[in-house]
Nanobody, 124 residues
């Protein structure tokens, strides 16, 4: 079992920045492929970014590429999402998720463990 707790969400003006954190506890964090997803009201949950267990491979949705950066600190059992140049369309609940395998996946159905989510709001 893995427990995930997100933090760092909030309200920020367009063009601003936020850094989300996801603290993991439970089984060995460093073995897991980690991802960030988001869900806007009335929409399906969508992939945002993901990172391999060692941090050497990162993946991004086209909509956030060049603006968001995912990273992880295995010594702290934490994964981060640095979000810059935020836009109103980035508004939603952001979820951290872990995949109980080390292989890559961008599909939310392939992730076993989820945090409770943190709200990010960028007013238009």
């Amino acid at each position: 079992q893995v427990q995930l707790v997100e933090s760092g969400g909030g309200l920020v003006q367009a063009g601003g920045s936020l850094r989300l954190s996801c603290a993991a506890s439970g089984r060995t964090f460093s073995w897991y492929f980690m991802g960030w997803f988001r869900q806007a009201p009335g929409k399906e949950r969508e992939f945002v970014a993901a990172i391999s267990w060692g941090g050497g491979n990162t993946y991004y949705a086209d909509s956030v590429k060049g603006r968001f950066t995912i990273s992880r600190d295995n010594a702290k059992n934490t994964v981060y999402l640095q979000m810059n140049s935020l836009k109103p369309e980035d508004t939603g609940v952001y979820y951290c998720a872990s995949r109980s395998r080390s292989s890559a996946s961008l599909s939310p159905t392939d992730y076993s463990y989820w945090g409770q989510g943190t709200q990010v709001t960028v007013p238009s």
